[in-house]
T-cell receptor, first 117, second 114 residues
Framework: EAGVTQFPSHSVIEKGQTVTLRCDPI?????LYWYRRVMGKEIKFLLH????????ESGMPNNRFLAERTGGTYSTLKVQPAELEDSGVYFC???????????????FGPGTRLTVT | AQSVTQPDIHITVSEGASLELRCNYS??????LFWYVQSPGQGLQLLLK??????LVQGIKGFEAEFKRSQSSFNLRKPSVHWSDAAEYFC????????????FGPGTSLSVIP
């Protein structure tokens, strides 16, 4: 079974440019999460999709960040315009529907390292 | 509020020495608990997880962790550290019963002296 995949693995852009990160969750996982770790800080939650709906976006830092999950499959996270403080590693995770006998375990992707210069 | 704390920001050990990384959690009910490792330039790798049952959990790379409800702790241990273990280690928790976000501790950076 394929794990969570993220693309690109590394992106270097200039301040003011736009970058789009992509996450492909494990097939059948309705829940998709975005997290990020900016330099020297903790890994922080950004938002949570259930299928195509945003369940919780309390962690989104500002309106320069836009996350979508059209069709409830893969998700994109767009940063526009990028600022220096957006540099860090962006992780995606997915989990299956919470049903009797299942566990709320989130499976993490390898992350996208974003560098804004 | 839910939280995961790691009291040690940075630890240095000699290769071959034993290691213990501390983790405490604060949740309304015992969460699922995890330890992740992030090596330089790499993503998050799951070392081990605790859901229920046996309080001593074995993981990959020779790591183990012990869940202690009375102390709200989930400390990570390794009997003999290798130079390749130098990395950042994150303790994390997630609610058992809701689609809640994973809450990560601040991380402990491990340096290994040859």
């Amino acid at each position: 079974e394929a794990g969570v995949t993220q693309f690109p693995s590394h992106s270097v852009i200039e301040k003011g440019q736009t970058v789009t990160l992509r996450c492909d969750p494990i097939s059948g996982h309705d829940n998709l999460y975005w997290y990020r770790r900016v330099m020297g800080k903790e890994i922080k939650f950004l938002l949570h999709f259930v299928k195509e709906s945003k369940q919780d976006e309390s962690g989104m830092p500002n309106n320069r960040f836009l996350a979508e999950r059209t069709g409830g499959t893969y998700s994109t996270l767009k940063v526009q315009p990028a600022e220096l403080e957006d540099s860090g590693v962006y992780f995606c995770a997915s989990s299956p529907p919470l049903a009797p006998g299942t566990r709320n375990e989130q499976y993490f992707g390898p992350g996208t390292r974003l560098t804004v210069t | 509020a839910q939280s995961v704390t790691q009291p040690d920001i940075h630890i240095t050990v000699s290769e071959g020495a034993s290691l213990e990384l501390r983790c405490n959690y604060s949740y309304g009910a015992t969460p699922y608990l995890f330890w992740y490792v992030q090596s330089p330039g790499q993503g998050l790798q799951l070392l081990l997880k605790y859901f229920s049952g046996d309080t001593l959990v074995q993981g990959i790379k020779g790591f183990e962790a012990e869940f202690k409800r009375s102390q709200s702790s989930f400390n990570l241990r390794k009997p003999s550290v290798h130079w390749s273990d130098a990395a950042e280690y994150f303790c994390a928790g997630v609610s058992k019963t809701s689609y809640d976000k994973v809450i990560f501790g601040p991380g402990t950076s491990l340096s290994v002296i040859p």
